[in-house]
C-alpha cells in the first residue's frame, strides 16, 4: 500500500488566514491526489482532483499543487464555513487516504 | 445532480455478515464506477472497493476475502457484503460514485449510515 501522510494533525488559525496543509506519499503517484473536506457528521467534500484541479462549485480561494510525492492543499482567506478536517487520496494504486487535518478556530 | 442514499441494519453480530445497498437518484448507475469506504468513529477513511455498472468490480487487498460488492441496474443501487465481520468493522459506511475518466476520484457521496458490531 501507498502511505499517505499529512502535516499537521491539527491546525488552528484565524478568518482571513491563509493556510497550507501538506500530504506526502511513501511513493510517487503524481497526478492522482485529491483533496476533500469533512465536517462533523457529513460525508467528505470534494475540492481538488488531480492535485490542482478546482472541483467545479468549489470556491477559488481553495488551491492545490504538488508532484511527485509532495503534494500541498492552501487556503486563501479563510472563511468561517472553512473549518473542517481535510483529506488526501491517491489513487495511483488501491485508494488510501491520509489520517486528515483538523482546522480549527484560533 | 446524483443521489445516495445508504441503507441496512445498524447494528451487526460478530462473525455475521454486513449487508448494506446504495439506491442511487437522480441519474442513472449506468455508465459510471460506484465504491464504498467506510471510517471508524474518530479515525480516517478507508477505501472497501468498486463495482463498474458492468459487475466489474476491484477490491483492497486488506478485505478482498471478506467483501463482495455487486449492482442491480434495474433498481439503479448497489450493495456492500462484508462477511465475518468483528468489533474492527464498526465504522461509518460511504457509498459514493467514482470518476474515473480524467483521473480517478468521488465527486459524490452518500450521507453514510453507522454500522456497530456487537453481540
Known amino acids: 500500500d501507498i502511505q499517505m501522510t499529512q502535516s499537521p494533525s491539527s491546525l488552528s488559525a484565524s478568518v482571513g488566514d491563509r493556510v497550507t496543509i501538506t500530504c506526502r506519499a511513501s511513493q510517487s503517484i503524481s497526478p492522482y491526489l485529491n483533496w476533500y473536506q469533512q465536517k462533523p457528521g457529513k460525508a467528505p467534500k470534494l475540492l481538488i482532483y488531480?492535485?490542482?484541479n478546482l472541483q467545479s462549485g468549489v470556491p477559488s480561494r481553495f488551491s492545490g499543487s504538488g508532484s511527485g510525492t509532495d503534494f500541498t492543499l492552501t487556503i486563501n482567506s479563510l472563511q468561517p464555513e472553512d473549518f473542517a478536517t481535510y483529506h488526501c487520496?491517491?489513487?495511483?494504486?488501491?485508494?488510501?487516504f491520509g489520517q486528515g487535518t483538523k482546522l480549527e478556530i484560533k | 445532480q446524483v443521489l445516495l442514499q445508504e441503507s441496512g441494519p445498524g447494528l451487526v453480530k460478530p462473525s455475521e455478515t454486513l449487508s448494506l445497498t446504495c439506491s442511487v437518484s437522480?441519474?442513472?448507475?449506468?455508465?459510471?464506477?460506484w465504491s464504498w469506504i467506510r471510517q471508524p468513529p474518530g479515525k480516517g477513511l478507508e477505501w472497501i472497493g468498486y463495482?463498474?455498472?458492468?459487475?466489474?468490480?476491484n477490491y483492497n487487498p486488506s478485505l478482498k476475502s471478506r467483501v463482495t460488492i455487486s449492482v442491480d441496474t434495474s433498481k439503479n443501487q448497489f450493495s456492500l457484503y462484508l462477511t465475518s465481520v468483528t468489533a474492527a468493522d464498526t465504522a461509518v459506511y460511504y457509498c459514493?460514485?467514482?470518476?474515473?475518466?480524467?483521473?480517478?476520484?468521488?465527486?459524490?457521496w452518500g450521507q453514510g449510515t453507522l454500522v456497530t458490531v456487537s453481540s
Open positions: 459514493a460514485r467514482d470518476i474515473q475518466t480524467s483521473g480517478w476520484y468521488i465527486d459524490s
Open positions: 437522480g441519474g442513472s448507475i449506468s455508465g459510471n464506477y
Open positions: 487520496q491517491q489513487t495511483y494504486s488501491t485508494p488510501t
Open positions: 488531480g492535485a490542482s
Open positions: 463495482i463498474y455498472y458492468s459487475g466489474a468490480t
